[in-house]
């Protein structure tokens, strides 16, 4: 089963609306971090040289529609014209026109004048309140804009809204580059990794990640455990872990899943020491005394915070022995300097690995091109949930309303 993709299109003359991932980090109109716009270019300037006529829709941050006072100021932060202005930088050879409005006859003129090469950007899409109630009329009310749909937004494709999935009900649909890359490198490593296939979770909170533990046991052949979580774990091995974060209803739940590892013959890795401090760090990157203590020995008075030296090595071993790697959550305090040391060792046995490496979006994404060693693994995906939803085996609304091939 795969999905229809742009390639397969005549595009040619064609008014094409493409659900874009636009939601960048913004401090006012300075848009601080660009990633998500450079990401769709592939796709839209395919468009654009094959002649289509496109028009773009993204969300922007949250818009809270119960509250008028807050909705009003949440408009107003998360307009949408200072990425007009920064994706007519991407692309000089065409003319973006940007529509501060949703629906209506600007957007609707706009539409109409749309040359080919040439490209309208409507407003946010989280403007309108039904967009993430998936509103029927509204879905198709964009969709009448169009001849074609193209979903390239994969950090959005987790949720059934009016821009993902309803549109796609009434058009003929396609993915674009972004999310056929994102299919090819998420889908090959957990239905066809090459072996040894080595899942690494980090991040706070075992209920967070439990269907993805639950799916990765049975796909991988190591699964590493580490970041707040892993001190769940170690309660569940009998151990005292002190003032750690431990998820105490989660605490029979990692028991099951380290005897369902051991039922499958699966290495499960947790922390064999950790850094410690008294407390945590407030603010996040202060500077903070610690010490590294065996996950054995974790004082009643401490919090752990990271995975110690002799887990790094452990973990990064395991890492370079394997043919491909699916990594998601820090190992620690990542934020913090003193604190990145564990998430650093594991990025770095991730650059250095000859398989194939995968970042799973959100945190770990962050941390890798904060570490420097984002052009080091084979795909960073751009999709947090969309990526934790797909190693959790579950489908994806955005992607699984569009046509097969």
Avoid at 56 to 80: F, T
Wanted: net charge negative; charged share 30%; proline share 4%.
């Amino acid at each position: 089963m795969s999905k229809r993709t742009i390639r397969d299109l005549d595009v040619k003359g064609k008014k094409v609306i493409v659900r874009v991932d636009f939601n960048v980090p913004h401090k006012g109109d300075v848009i601080t971090d660009d990633n998500r716009i450079v990401a769709a270019l592939p796709t839209i300037k395919y468009l654009l040289e094959h002649g289509a006529k496109v028009i773009l829709l993204s969300h922007l941050g949250k818009v809270d529609h119960k509250d008028p006072e807050k909705c009003a100021a949440d408009k107003a932060k998360n307009d949408m014209a200072p990425v007009a202005k920064r994706l007519q930088e991407y692309l000089p050879d065409a003319k973006v026109t940007f529509v501060n409005a949703t629906r209506g006859k600007e957007l609707e003129e706009a539409v109409n004048e749309l040359q080919e090469g040439n490209v309208v950007l409507m407003q946010n899409t989280r403007y309108e309140k039904g967009e993430s109630k998936n509103d029927p009329e509204l879905a198709a009310y964009w969709a009448s804009l169009a001849d074609i749909f193209v979903s390239d937004a994969f950090g959005s494709v987790h949720r059934a809204h009016a821009s993902t999935v309803g549109i796609a009900q009434h058009l003929p649909s396609a993915v674009g580059f972004l999310i056929e890359k994102e299919l090819k490198f998420l889908g090959d490593a957990v239905e066809n990794p090459v072996r040894p296939f080595v899942a690494i979770l980090g991040g706070a909170k075992v209920a967070d990640k439990l269907k993805v533990i639950n799916n990765l046991l049975e796909k991988c052949d190591t699964l590493i455990i580490g970041g707040g979580m892993a001190y769940t774990f170690l309660k569940a091995k009998g151990l005292e872990v002190g003032k750690s974060l431990v998820d105490l209803e989660q605490v029979d739940y990692c028991k099951e899943m380290m005897a369902k590892a051991e039922k499958l013959g699966k290495k499960l890795l947790l922390p064999i020491d950790t850094v410690v401090a008294d407390n945590f760090p407030d603010p996040i990157d202060a500077e903070i005394s610690t010490e590294v203590v065996d996950a054995d020995k974790i004082p009643a008075d401490k919090e752990g915070l990271d995975i110690g030296p002799k887990t790094a090595e452990l973990f990064a071993e395991e890492v370079k022995k394997a043919n491909t790697v699916v990594w998601n959550g820090p190992m620690g305090v990542f934020e913090n300097p003193t604190l990145a040391k564990g998430t650093n060792a594991v990025a770095k046995a991730l650059a250095e690995c000859k398989g194939t490496t995968i970042i799973g979006g959100g945190d770990s994404a962050a941390a890798i091109k904060q570490l420097g060693y984002a052009d080091k693994v084979s795909h960073v995906s751009t999709g947090g949930g969309a990526s934790l939803e797909f190693l959790e085996g579950n489908g994806l609304p955005g992607v699984d309303a569009i046509d097969e091939k």
